[in-house]
């Protein structure tokens, strides 16, 4: 059963990568099939570098692969592969496991929009849900109407509780709102999913500041958790706009999405690499369960595959 279930989670990370390891695999095969001259060795570089795993980290791959080769000039094909993730893994930050001391687990989801934070936020409902979690969420994105009603009518099929308010309301108080039914229904998980910031509206930014207070005065030490949803697609500006909110709101990790629309997959790596926080989820498809916690393995293996 468990084997079956690590061989389903391969399938879908492989499958969200696809478009990357089209781009990546076939050329890293390429050049590790013939003579790792610095030719070789440069567009080894720059094959790295455009698959978003950053400028460092693809210096540094392409300079262990050098050294390697060097001291064991034998070294060629898959076990340059090999060694290559291997390397890579290095980069990669395992998930941090929550244990839950008070109840309710107060985690609030922060992000632009449209980097897929509301459907995060119903995936990561479900995937609570699936674990036996009674599960609130707080629609405190009250200044966008189509988030509230997009939760609402989402979270109804899954049968998962919901507060909102009034549309340019308190997205704060709805927070409270939500922290307090999840206490009187003896909830497990309470999830705030917060408006749609700019990085250049310290307003709102302030804004999420009270949101915070407001858990804190509700519930100890929460929120517990703080993640940021970042598009895999737009690669260095999603390490950007992770370093502004990080100046406003502690962050605990990250959740990347749309890995299946970017041939740029490595961002995974840059991000951790840059920004030494956690991917604690990935979404790998549309579906509501193509959502997953992060697992650094498995994710380089079907990088590189």
Known sequence: MAFNFIKAGFQKVKNALSKTRSLLGSKLRSIFSREMDEAALEELEQTLYEADLGVETALALTDT????????????????????????????TPPKERVMTSSPHVILIVGVNGSGKTTSVVKLAKLYQSQGKKVVVAAADTYRAAAAEQL?????????????????????????????????????????????????????????EKIRRVCGKQVLDAPHDTLLILDATIGQNAIDQAKVFQEHTPLTGLILTKLDGTARGGIAIQVQKVLNLPIQYIATGENWDDFDSFDPELYVKALFE
């Open 152 to 208: 609402e009518k989402w979270l109804t099929k899954l049968g998962v509780d919901l507060v909102r308010g009034s549309a340019n309301g308190d997205p704060a108080s709805v927070t409270f709102d939500a922290i307090s039914a999840a206490k009187a229904r003896e909830a497990d998980v309470v999830i705030v999913d917060t408006a749609g910031r700019l990085q250049t509206r310290l307003d709102l930014m302030k804004e999420l």
């Open 65 to 92: 692969i050098r050294k390697a080769k060097r001291k064991d000039p034998s070294l060629e094909g898959d076990r340059l592969l090999e060694l290559l993730s291997h390397e890579t893994l290095k980069y990669m």
